[in-house]
């Protein structure tokens, strides 16, 4: 089955603690992307990736980190969570380039809560 | 002025209801406009997808564009229990572009 998928779906963490959240997509798609959704602020773009080991900001990258060594996973790492990090993430993939011209298909969320 | 603007709702319909969803936006640069569906608990889907100005038709739902006017509404006929959900709009500058996502709406279909 075609599909994103993220790990852990739900995370309870303290101040300080490096996480790592992955994200793994089965469609060989090029276009990888993490975007965060908060209650009145709506989806915003962390960060994103057009190919392997290539990947760039979005909106609000602060206190984010990425990396993208194979074309099919895209983790997301924080390395010392802050509370404003308690968030919905979704991890999203797209088969061309760019976001804006084809589907992107979204993984489930993780629900990140930092205390 | 945010770059999308999307009323936050929630809007509660009956069963059957016309249903118009609508954003406004203020990047005339703005090519690529799409909406997405987002059930609880699950990850935005793609509903419908226009390039450019004009209508689209997919059942039940219409998708237009008035670039012209910087909006973009979505319209639901026969609206169904099963269209209870979260509606986002995202726009895009050009192919290689992101997108740019509105606040969304749930919309509440009652039976």
């Known amino acids: 089955e075609a599909q994103v998928t993220q790990n852990p779906r739900y995370l309870i963490t303290v101040t300080g603690k490096k996480l790592t959240v992955t994200c793994s997509q089965n469609m060989n798609h090029e276009y990888m992307s993490w975007y965060r959704q908060d209650p009145g602020l709506g989806l915003r773009q962390i960060y994103y990736s057009m190919n392997v080991e290539v990947t760039d900001k979005g909106d609000v990258p602060e206190g984010y980190k990425v990396s993208r060594k194979e074309k099919r996973n895209f983790p997301l790492i924080l390395e010392s969570p802050s509370p404003n990090q308690t968030s919905l993430y979704f991890c999203?993939?797209?088969?061309?380039?760019?976001?804006?011209?084809?589907?992107?298909?979204f993984g489930p969320g993780t629900r990140l809560t930092v205390l | 002025q945010k770059e999308v603007e999307q009323d936050p709702g929630p809007l509660s319909v009956p069963e059957g209801a016309i249903v118009s969803l609508n954003c406004t936006y203020s990047?005339?640069?703005?090519?690529?406009f799409m909406w997405y569906r987002q059930y609880s608990r699950k990850g935005p889907e793609l509903l419908m997808y226009?390039?450019?100005?004009g209508n689209k038709e997919d059942g039940r739902f219409t998708a237009q564009v008035d670039k012209s006017s910087k909006y973009i509404s979505l319209f639901i006929r026969d609206s169904q229990p099963s269209d209870s959900a979260t509606y986002l709009c995202a726009m895009g500058r050009g192919a290689n572009s992101k997108l740019t996502f509105g606040k969304g709406i749930t919309l509440s279909v009652r039976p």
């Open positions: 226009t390039y450019s100005s």
């Open positions: 990047n005339s640069a703005f090519q690529y």
């Open positions: 999203a993939s797209s088969p061309l380039r760019g976001a804006s011209t084809d589907t992107q298909y």
